[in-house]
Nanobody, 128 residues
Framework: QVQLVESGGGSVQSGGSLRLSCTAS??????????MGWFRQVPGKEREGVAA???????NYADSVKGRFTISQDKAKNTVYLQMNSLKPEDTAMYYC????????????????????WGQGTQVTVSS
């Protein structure tokens, strides 16, 4: 069983920064065997992959956030981060952390269907 708890959302002006955190508690597997990702969703739209990291540390970013967002992990703290810089109003969404204990090919890391475990979400609002 996996529990994911996100934090760090909030409201910022365009051009600002936020850092999201996702702390995981695991049973059975150790953290480094999991694939972790950040997704976002706005009402009426499908959940969109933002950034994800595989068990080897390889990362995949959505084109819309490349150069602005950075995913990182602290395995000692069982925590994955999403540093979001140069935020835009179109980044406004509910952000979710996700985890999978099953292998995910790098090209599929941003596919929400590959993930079994989800956090409750944290809201990010960017005003112009």
């Amino acid at each position: 069983q996996v529990q994911l708890v996100e934090s760090g959302g909030g409201s910022v002006q365009s051009g600002g920064s936020l850092r999201l955190s996702c702390t995981a508690s695991f049973s059975g597997y150790t953290y480094f065997e999991y694939f972790m990702g950040w997704f976002r969703q706005v009402p009426g739209k499908e959940r969109e992959g933002v950034a994800a990291i595989n068990d080897g540390g390889r990362i995949n970013y959505a084109d819309s956030v490349k150069g602005r967002f950075t995913i990182s992990q602290d395995k000692a703290k069982n925590t994955v981060y999403l540093q979001m810089n140069s935020l835009k109003p179109e980044d406004t969404a509910m952000y979710y952390c996700a985890a999978s204990s099953s292998h995910i090919w790098w090209s599929q890391l941003l596919d929400s269907h590959e993930y079994k475990y989800w956090g409750q979400g944290t809201q990010v609002t960017v005003s112009s």
